[in-house]
């Protein structure tokens, strides 16, 4: 399963880890040549549902957030609560380098799944550990979603609302996905310690830790007593002029006007509001900023009468600086989101185009994404090259510890 | 500028030819690691993001914490890259430098001489890491990008990001740079990997573009296959009442997250006091219960405005039902878990004596304790020194102007 030119070719992944953040940090060791071998329990990876069970995912026909986040794996089930499954999973662990993990710390006790009882398997093994809030303290049995503690407890929501409003919307998955790039970079630094001093070590993240580093600005500021005040709706703007407006098709240009004195008279043009460039009430910045809100109803009021590709057009011949909100639905058919590799062609036939990890190397092209496996597709082949016999094999079927 | 502690980076001279977040993020989690980073910048101003906490979307405050957040174990040499001097310096830093960080445009990159092309021949053992807005080539590479535009706009994470009918939703100031740091750095070491196994360097990279669709992955790769997005309803419409926002009796918001509703129902119900709704046949399965979403809404919101956040925090703890706070930052600061969890370190600096680490934990080695990031050219004799050059040439280049 490993093609030599890669980076990481030549390394087996135990991705023990279920639902998103850990399991696409394993997709992107596999992006880069690792041989990721999924372990799951007999009900498999809940990832495997979630577009169902969740009334926050886009539906479809196709299963595309199990296919993205498991693609070149292979899976092995093994029913850990039985002994010779957990034998087993040791003859795969001393073949392995790296193991992903992100039980609770309890469950990790329960299965003898602590970096203590592996190291004692194979010492050189990285052993990758994603918690929810951390590896000690009050809440480190807890267990952690991207919701909850990338985004709730970091305090990331409550400072992304607007005044009054409610707290602001993650994305599904989407500080799952930052943080997966930091528990890349962490297994990453253990391969050269392991390089240079032959020790395997354990490396981890936590999800609250990467929501924090995220809004790192804000935090550092919260730590010296400074705080961000909620954004003001966009109806009653500090600055007219760095704002968002609605357009006739329901949506929104982001108005990012830094230079008020050199821009002020294009956008008057830009918009078809001549008149307003000579208007005394809001002749200066001062003005305009004393004056933002009435300014914000006269600009909503002209933004809701054209459609978007209008005002595009509009203020780019003026030169107005702006910025798009794009729509999900627009990604797709980007033609920048192909040129910088973000969109890339799969092996997947109900899948032809995925999201590619967004780590670029001049010396070597990610892996083509090839189908999730389908749950325990790999079990025997996966046990047979870790040394497993035929009879061996037989023996953990039987008793149901491999399925 | 030498690690106490055997750190992995340790021995690897980083030049950080960046400018405000992403890049020189990435390059303060390098140096948190043990790596030597020196910092180049325009003479004078510097880089311009020493005046970013000017900036109106930033908290105000007197002292420059984003400065000492993303400038710490630094070292700052000024250099006017215009000139033949500046260049002359550049290429005997580069010669004994194992990594370049550059987030210069393509525009300026060709004109400066900075692109990987330009650099390989000087040192073929470097890794070059690039950063850019859009990616390195279509319509848009050579555009300026930043978080807002690039990461978080671009990308429709702000379009996805908001309540059905209201407005995008609010990205915080450098939220997608931080992110995309921990892609660099991952690059990076991925160069190392290679380089230290086939003796090369060479180029790696990512765009703030391309992180912020990897982050909002689930809802693009729908898109991919022409998946109907749906917008959130306010949390007063919820599609499921088991996973949204509750307001509480003292004004904090409660987010309910249970997802596994068929195993949780029941012991929710006890749990709440109403037991009744168990034989309620509007609640019933999950089918019945999305499907009343609305009264079971209605039905729960009262409850939950009933008691304090720590009442149920009280109450839901240790039941398996997943919730969770919105917390507050001034809260957060004094989180007994967040010093748990590392996320918090003290510092030898003065201005900030507490800052934010990298979220990567390693078992065998702990961060760099920050000092005070660098004046402006602070380090220019220093670093010039022990690149070799004479004392007689350091001032013949400052003369010049090179050096600023």
Not at chain 1, 212 to 224: E, F, H, N
Not at chain 1, 245 to 259: E, G, H, K, P, S
Request: with cysteine; proline share 9%.
């Amino acid at each position: 399963m490993t093609e030599t030119g890669l980076p990481l070719a030549g390394l087996r992944v135990l991705d023990i880890s279920s639902f998103i953040a850990a399991p696409a940090a394993a997709v992107v060791l596999g992006d880069w040549g690792a041989d990721v071998i999924k372990v799951e329990g007999p009900e498999g990876d809940p990832n495997r549902r979630i577009m169902h069970d969740s009334s926050n995912y886009p539906k479809s026909e196709v299963n595309y957030p199990w296919q993205m986040d498991s693609r070149n794996k292979r899976s092995i089930v093994l029913d850990l609560k039985q002994a010779d499954a957990r034998a087993a999973l040791d003859r795969l662990i001393a073949v392995s380098d790296i193991l992903i993990c992100n039980f609770p710390p309890p469950v990790r006790d329960k299965l003898r799944l602590a970096y203590e009882d592996v190291k004692k398997v194979n010492p050189k093994l990285i052993y990758a550990s994603l918690t929810g809030y951390g590896e000690s303290g009050p809440d480190r049995d807890r267990p952690g979603f991207d919701a909850t503690a990338y985004f709730a407890r970091s305090g990331l929501l409550d400072a992304q609302r607007y005044e009054g409003g409610p707290p602001g919307v993650p994305g599904p998955a989407q500080g799952d996905r930052a943080t997966a790039m930091s528990l890349v970079s962490a297994i990453l630094m253990a391969l050269m310690h392991r390089m240079k001093t032959g020790e395997g070590s354990w490396v981890g993240t936590s999800l609250l830790g990467n929501g924090l580093w995220s809004c790192g600005v804000i935090a550092q500021a919260a730590l010296v007593g400074a705080f961000l005040p909620h954004r003001p709706p966009p109806d009653r703007p500090r600055s007219a002029l760095g704002n968002i407006y609605r357009t006739a098709d329901d949506r929104w240009l982001q108005l990012t006007i830094v230079r008020a004195d050199k821009l002020w008279a294009p956008l008057c043009r830009a918009m078809g509001l001549e008149a307003l460039i000579e208007d005394p009430r809001f002749a200066t910045e001062p003005e305009r900023r004393a004056r933002a809100g009435e300014l914000a109803g006269i600009l909503s009021d002209t933004f809701a009468t054209r459609p978007y590709e209008h005002w595009r057009e509009a203020l780019a011949a003026h030169s107005v600086t702006f910025g798009v909100i794009s729509r999900p639905q627009d990604v797709p058919d980007d033609e920048q989101a192909v040129a910088c590799g973000a969109v890339v062609e799969t092996a997947i036939p109900d899948m032809p185009r995925t999201l590619a990890d967004p780590i670029r190397l001049g010396f070597a092209t990610p892996r083509v994404a090839h189908p999730a496996p389908a749950l325990g597709e790999h079990g025997e082949e996966v046990l047979r090259e870790a040394g497993v016999s035929a009879e061996e094999v037989a023996s953990l079927k039987a008793s149901g510890a491999l399925r | 500028m030498t690690p106490e502690e055997p750190l992995p980076l340790a021995g690897l001279t980083v030049l950080d030819v960046s400018s405000f977040i992403a890049a020189p993020a990435a390059a303060a989690a390098l140096g948190d690691y043990g790596a030597d980073v020196i910092k180049i910048e325009p003479p004078v101003d510097g880089d311009p993001h020493r005046n970013s906490f000017r900036n109106a979307s930033y908290p105000q405050s007197d002292r420059n914490f984003p400065w000492q957040l993303d400038g710490r174990h630094k070292r700052s040499l000024a250099l006017d890259l215009k000139t033949e001097g500046a260049r002359t310096i550049l290429e005997r830093l580069l010669k004994r430098a194992d990594v370049m960080i550059v987030n210069f445009p393509p525009p300026a990159r060709e004109r400066l001489k900075l692109r990987w092309e330009d650099i390989e021949p000087i040192n073929p053992r470097l890794i070059y890491c690039s950063l850019t807005g859009y990616g390195e080539s279509g319509p848009d590479r050579d555009r300026p990008g930043f978080d807002i535009t690039a990461y978080f706009g671009r990308s429709g994470i702000l379009d996805a990001a908001r309540y059905d009918g209201g407005p995008p939703g609010v990205s915080l100031p450098a939220q997608g740079d931080r992110a995309t740091a921990m892609t660099l750095v991952a690059a990076i070491l991925m160069g190392l990997r290679r380089r230290d196994q086939t003796g090369k360097g060479g180029w790696v990279g990512t765009s703030l573009y391309a992180n912020g669709v990897w982050a909002n992955g689930t809802t693009a790769a729908g898109a991919l296959v022409g998946a109907e997005l749906p917008v959130r309803p306010p949390p007063d419409r919820p599609r499921n009442a088991l996973t949204n926002l509750y307001r509480t009796k003292d004004d904090r918001w409660l987010q309910l997250l249970m997802v596994r509703d068929d195993r949780l129902w029941e012991t929710f119900c006890n749990l709440i006091g109403r037991p009744d709704l168990m034989a309620d046949p509007r609640f019933t399965g999950r089918p019945e219960r999305r499907a009343h979403a609305q009264e079971l809404h209605d039905l729960l919101a009262p409850v939950f405005a009933g008691r304090s956040y720590a009442d149920w925090e009280k109450l839901l703890s240790g039941t398996g039902i997943p919730f969770g706070v919105i917390g507050r930052l001034a809260d957060v600061i004094g989180d007994e878990q967040a010093e748990h969890a590392g996320i918090f370190a003290d510092t030898d600096n003065p201005a900030i004596p507490r800052t934010v680490n990298t979220p990567i934990r390693l078992g065998f080695a702990k961060p760099r304790k920050a000092g005070p990031p660098p004046e402006v050219g602070q380090h220019n004799d220093e670093v010039l020194r022990e690149t070799g050059f004479s004392e007689s040439e350091i001032e013949a280049l400052k003369k010049a102007g090179a050096l600023g």
